[in-house]
């Protein structure tokens, strides 16, 4: 990152974030972001490509941590249990559940974050089953249980955010996969 | 319909997949996929509200199809038998697979396009777990159940239309279900 503060894309998705509570998404302009941020609209556009990207800065993160822990899971485990290993390690580095509801109500009210959100869980889906590939699972079965871990996520995420829940990230994606599990053996 | 044609909406769906073909999807418009159908751009416009949803009218058949096949399913069933019959039903009603495949290879190739396939597939998702819900399964079963049915017919349509595939949809569909609970079974 050279001369760039570390933290700069933090401080812009938190000042983001702040704006579009305050006077909405709409109202708000990359100028105002930048400025809220204490940057420059320039170095905006260095960190994201258009106003819609500030809110989706942690899905490269969480493409990355999900692979790499399909990738190092120990050898002879079956793919829902490496993908079960990729739940656990993502589960860890999300931020606080009050942000990720603020955000949520941010992207679940626009349309086309919501479409981006889609782009971007397709994205994690494809990176999963690729990693799955690259550990000797064959198709389909690659491409299914990366869906199913997608699904698992979704599921399990949005429990999280619900407004009256309290229980951690980490135990509702392990309780949806068993849930998944379960649904899937046609045993309820 | 009124006094509509019947099938305007295949006419103009057929008309825009020839001139994709031909010309391009950007250098195609919506007045020259209604001139190649014999209709006006009025016309046009009473049925899809852009130039990207023309290839998209059969999103709105299957979320019915699909629906309808779970909500009529023999009350006993498991969710996930309900999602199969869900399946068998929709594999009927797609059109050629030659047909599939054009339609693909523009989808595929545009951005914007895939896009709205994802929003289309995340609403077939929310139909199917709407109409279990309806029939007494609770969440997050229903859900999952959903995404899970969702994730087959993904991967299960994606081999339908590969290249060298000759199987039947139905039969991909079963194949691919058959393979998603032996992934979250563990079993392989």
Chains 1, 2 share one sequence.
Do not use: C
């Amino acid at each position: 990152m050279g001369r760039w503060e570390p933290n700069t894309r933090e401080r812009l998705a938190r000042a983001a974030l702040e704006l579009f509570g305050e006077r909405g998404y709409e109202q708000t302009t990359v100028a105002e972001i930048a400025r809220r941020a204490g940057l420059t609209e320039r170095t905006y556009f260095r960190h994201y490509a258009d106003k819609r990207e500030v809110l989706f800065g942690g899905a490269e993160v969480l493409r990355e941590v999900f692979a790499k822990a399909v990738a190092e899971a120990p050898p002879p485990a079956a793919p829902i249990d490496v993908v079960a290993a990729g739940l656990e390690a993502i589960a860890v580095v999300f931020p606080a559940r009050e942000r990720a509801r603020q955000r949520q109500s941010v992207v679940g009210s626009h349309p086309e974050l919501l479409e981006r959100e889609l782009i971007k869980l397709a994205a994690l889906s494809t990176a999963v089953a690729e990693a799955l590939r690259a550990r000797g699972v064959p198709d389909p079965a690659a491409a299914l249980t990366a869906e199913a871990g997608i699904a698992v996520f979704k599921v399990g995420y949005e429990r999280w955010i619900a407004p009256a829940e309290h229980r951690e990230l980490a135990e509702l994606l392990h309780e949806s996969l068993t849930e998944l599990k379960a649904v899937t053996a046609g045993s309820r």
